[in-house]
Each structure stands twice: as structure tokens, then as C-alpha cells.
């Protein structure tokens, strides 16, 4: 999930704003793709981010973690936005 931890737990926001991960890391090159090594997200493998696939969903499709929540440093979360923006055509 990428939109803020205030709006997401806003019981009015029924949504969540997320940038969907793939294992597929060979196409990591891509300009609006994010590598996230598997030691920085706690994830079992390396992924990438794919910014041009933002979406919503929904909270009640949601369901609780298994285990702790994942979270990346502020600065790749800075460097998220900076390739969501290029997706969007905005740089």
C-alpha cells in the first residue's frame, strides 16, 4: 500500500492506494519499475514495484496479515513516487 498510514486507517476511506509487486525481476529496468531486494522488504524473494499498475482496493477485500507488515525505507518510498509520477507523465 502507498497512500498514507492516516488516510488508510480513516474509517470514511474505504480504499487503499497500492502499487502491485512481481516476482519477475528481469524487467527491473524498466523505467517505471522499483527493484526492492528481498532483504529491505522482508519478502522470501527480490521483487519489483509496478508503478504504471497503481490501483485502488477496496478495504473490505483486505485481509490481516499473517504475520508483521512489510515496510520499506522512506527513501525508496520517495523513490516510489518519483516512478509513479513518471508513469503518470508527470517528469
Not at 25 to 48: F, Q, Y
Not at 62 to 70: A, F, K
Request: charged content about 25%; glycine content about 4%.
Amino acid at each position: 500500500m502507498v497512500s498514507s498510514e492516516a488516510r488508510n486507517r480513516r474509517d470514511a476511506a474505504s480504499t487503499v492506494l497500492a502499487v502491485p509487486l512481481s516476482a519477475s525481476v528481469h524487467k527491473a529496468d524498466s523505467p517505471t519499475h522499483l527493484l526492492l531486494l528481498a532483504g529491505e522488504t522482508g519478502l522470501a524473494a527480490d521483487s519489483i514495484a509496478r508503478a504504471e499498475d497503481i490501483t485502488v482496493a477496496s478495504k473490505t477485500n483486505l485481509i490481516e496479515p499473517r504475520s508483521r507488515l512489510r515496510t520499506v525505507s522512506d527513501r525508496r518510498v520517495c523513490e516510489l513516487s518519483t516512478i509513479v509520477k513518471i508513469a503518470m507523465g508527470c517528469l
